[in-house]
């Protein structure tokens, strides 16, 4: 590896200073009481102005949940049932409907995964772009049009002009995430909240969104939630990680603190899930196990049966989540301990 | 949609129209035994036979029958009613605006009803509105349009008489008296349709409320009237025009019996009046004239659905 993981991202001060975001305790269930509580439980994480924050782990570890719940967004079938959610010093899961709707789409921008099933089929791409700034600027409809002209270009998209008369189906998936994320800049947000923005698309095209989101985070000064799965993203891209497993938050330290010093047994083993050789670029699957899904967590830690290094006496308890230093936090209580030492995946 | 598409759908109407005026000219052809004979009925002089067998050109060989049949279609000439001797274009373009109108009234009903009721109902899942509607949208699928008709009428014509129980006047004997005389005949046909509409409309809505760009449009601050105007309707819009199109053409059908209970003279007394009487002639006018109304349902189907989707629009 080039530079160390999380250095070269440069915008990142170190944290200080009031969060943009500040996510705390926020808990997330199914109504209706299910048996055991927490497709989302306890999640705690900060975002300082311009800094990048991964959300990582495996599929159905509540990433999307926990970003949509930023925004009010999540599903009719799924609550929130503890928690806050501060932006800016207000509590979007308290505040006013009103409120809530002036920070989607102004200063919190947010992309979704599937660009051709987010954007609207049966409007134009200009007309969603420009609709952002109506609803946030009330600019007339040819005015919000020019300016989504202009935006189409800052993202990338050559001709325009042409291209604002387009529907999405006659845009590649590239194409379409670029719109994606030129409504989500649209009016200048502060923080845009991208799950797996790449995900979806062709190999190349992946790096040029990430390339383009790499831009408008040093243009715009923009601080980015990023839902990943993929590593190479998060140490290039990323100066925090919060690394969820199951509904929790198992780690959560700067991305060179998960490089060389994971303090999770999970965190270890989605690094030791990627080939070493260059800048590995896999989904994270190979860590034998599944997730358990909703309703069949184990009563202590989630982690305990797929776990390397569990003990079944210690691990069986609820696990608390520590602070190891100022901005290095686990789950794993043999690792707070002392007892258990992770290798990390690359030498310091 | 391109002008291209309009025209290729244009051909495929003809096309169905040219298909369905050769079945209706094999209607009579394929009378088993002596056509002729059968129209006549059972205890017709042999002079009468020779007339219909003559007026029909039924002594002539088939494709030159068609022939002078379907040239006789293309210049309005369906020949005459082989009970009044009257011709068939006249007798059905006496009886035909009263159907038309009840139907098309009938249409609007359902439209203005079934849709607002569906939008509203799948907007508000699970709330006393969508019970409401759900419950009431099941009884009028249940309930026959006859039954329906009867119950209008006592209701509003017998037991409080502020509309007329029968008839059709023409419009230009007055807007209001055109109006009281079909506001009931439409509101028993189009109720039913109104009901299949407002299920299958919250449906739809129910459905694009979960699709993500509904979410992706909430997460651009967009919401409430807004959110609905701009995204929800024109996408639930989608799947109820072709509904829309297949009920139009129930509603066709289905105007026969609603005549009946108001004791209007359109089109469909004449059907029924045809058919008792094997006044070939009348039922082929009458099937060409259902023909044509379908397969103009459909191409307007056609049209909206192409301007509504985009999709279909640049295909
Ligand atoms: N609408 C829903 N109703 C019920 N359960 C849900 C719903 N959406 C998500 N879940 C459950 O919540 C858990 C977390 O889902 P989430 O989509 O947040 O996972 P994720 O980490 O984003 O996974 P992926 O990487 O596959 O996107 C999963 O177990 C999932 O089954
Ligand atoms: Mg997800």
């Known amino acids: 590896m080039t530079p160390g993981p999380g250095q070269q991202n440069g915008t990142g001060q170190p944290s200080g200073g009031e969060p943009l975001l500040s996510v705390r305790g926020l808990t997330i269930d199914l109504p209706g009481g299910a048996v055991q509580p927490g497709l989302v439980e306890d999640v705690t994480f900060d975002v300082h102005r311009g800094r990048a924050v991964a959300l990582i782990g495996e599929s159905g570890c509540g990433k999307s949940l926990t970003s949509m719940a930023i925004l009010g967004l999540l599903p009719a079938a799924v609550r929130v049932v503890a928690g806050s959610v501060l932006f800016d010093g207000v509590d979007l899961l308290t505040c006013t409907r009103r409120q809530l709707r002036r920070v989607r789409g102004g200063p919190v921008g947010m992309v979704f995964q599937e660009p051709m099933s987010s954007l609207d089929p049966t409007m134009t791409v200009g007309d969603q772009i420009a609709e952002v700034r109506r609803l946030h600027l009330g600019e007339r409809r040819s005015v919000a049009l020019k300016r989504a002209g202009e935006l189409l270009e800052r993202v990338g998209i050559p001709k325009a002009d042409k291209r604002l008369r387009s529907y999405p189906h006659e845009m590649s998936g590239g194409m379409q995430q670029r719109v994606m994320i030129a409504a989500a800049i649209a009016c200048e947000p502060k923080l845009l909240i991208a799950d797996e923005p790449t995900t979806a698309l062709d190999v190349t095209i992946q790096a040029e969104i990430l390339e383009l989101l790499r831009d408008l985070r040093r243009d715009l000064d923009l601080a980015v939630v990023l839902v990943t799965h993929d590593l190479g993203v998060v140490a290039d891209f990323c100066d925090d990680v919060v690394v969820m497993y199951a509904g929790h938050i198992a780690e959560r330290t700067p991305v060179d603190g998960l490089f060389y010093e994971p303090k999770h047994p999970y965190s270890s083993a989605l690094l030791s899930a990627v080939p070493q050789s260059g800048r590995a670029r896999t989904n994270l699957t190979v860590i034998k196990g599944r997730v358990p899904s909703a309703g069949h967590f184990p009563a202590g830690c989630r982690f305990e049966p797929r776990c390397e290094h569990s003990v079944d006496s210690f691990c069986g308890r609820p696990q608390a989540d520590t602070a190891l230093s100022d901005d290095h936090r686990t789950r794993c209580g043999r690792v707070a301990g002392g007892e258990l030492i992770l290798k990390g995946a690359v030498r310091g | ?315």
């Open chain 2, 1 to 315: 949609m391109s002008p291209r598409m309009i025209i290729r759908r244009l051909g495929g109407s003809l096309l169905v129209l040219w298909l369905v005026s050769i079945l209706t000219f094999l209607l009579v052809q394929l009378i088993p035994g002596d056509p002729a004979e059968v129209i006549a009925g059972e205890n017709a002089t042999v002079a009468e036979v020779a007339r219909i067998r003559t007026e029909l050109g039924l002594d002539k060989p088939v494709l030159e029958q068609y022939f002078n049949w379907f040239t006789g279609v293309l210049h309005g000439d369906l020949g005459h009613s082989l009970s009044t001797n009257r011709s068939v274009v006249s007798t059905i373009a006496e009886a035909a605006p009263a159907t038309l109108v009840i139907t098309t009234m009938a249409l609007l009903v359902a439209v203005v009803i079934g849709v607002s009721a569906g939008v509203a109902a799948g907007l508000t899942q699970g709330s006393w509105v969508d019970r409401a509607v759900s419950t009431l949208a099941t009884l009028g699928i249940a309930m026959p349009s006859f039954w329906l008709a009867m119950v209008l009428v006592s209701l509003f014509a017998l037991t409080n008489p502020w509309l007329p129980a029968t008839g059709y006047v023409d419009i230009r004997e007055g807007f209001g008296v055109w109006l009281s005389h079909v506001v009931l005949p439409a509101t028993a046909l189009g109720l039913a349709t109104a009901a299949e509409l407002a299920r299958h409309t919250r449906g739809c809505v129910a459905d694009v409320l979960t699709r993500p760009y509904v979410r992706t449009a909430r997460a651009r601050g967009a919401s409430g009237a807004w959110l609905v105007r701009k995204h929800i309707l024109r996408n639930s819009a989608i799947p109820v025009v072709t509904v829309l199109g297949l009920q139009a053409g129930r509603l066709f059908g289905g105007v026969i019996v609603v005549e009946a209970v108001f004791g209007i003279s359109g089109l469909g007394s004449l059907a029924i009046n045809s058919v008792l009487q094997r006044n070939y002639p009348m039922i082929q006018g009458y099937v060409l004239l259902s023909a044509v109304i379908v397969v103009l349902i459909n191409l307007i189907v056609d049209l909206a659905y192409g301007w509504i989707n985009p999709k279909v629009r640049t295909a």
